[in-house]
């Protein structure tokens, strides 16, 4: 994984969890990787990894089975859901609004670029 400077590695991490969750690789009361493994996988302090999934119980995304591991809730999904999409309308969809307006672009042009690209990862 390549981290930026522009956020907290463990708040990455999170995102990289939640949207593996979003894709539905990663499904309701299925065990995640451990701190160890995840912290090897992603080439960072285990301590890191720990503070990802502390944000990430606390949020009810993930919940630890003593002796067991991590594990996804029942309704990760549609909280990741939620809070993902409260953070693109808040962040993103300013600036994307800003950008057509400066940019005097169609919006049925949008539209048919968003159709294309459905298409093409799909």
Partial sequence: MQFTD???IYLQIAGFIEEKILRGE????ERI???RDMAMAM????????????????????YNKRGLG???????????LKEKRQQF?????????????LLNF???????????YLKQNK
Avoid: C, D, G, H
């Avoid at 309308?89 to 307006?101: D, K, S, W, Y």
């Fill in 89 to 101: 309308t808040e962040q993103e969809l300013p600036r994307f609004f800003r950008n057509i307006a």
């Fill in 33 to 35: 990787p451990s701190v």
């Fill in 106 to 116: 169609p919006l049925r042009e949008i539209e048919t670029l968003y159709q294309s």
């Fill in 6 to 8: 522009s956020q907290a």
């Fill in 70 to 80: 991590y594990f996804v809730t029942e309704n990760a999904a549609e909280l990741v």
């Fill in 43 to 62: 080439e960072v302090n285990p301590n890191t990894v720990v503070r990802t999934f502390e944000s990430l119980q606390q949020k009810e995304i993930i």
């Fill in 26 to 29: 990663w499904k309701s009361n």
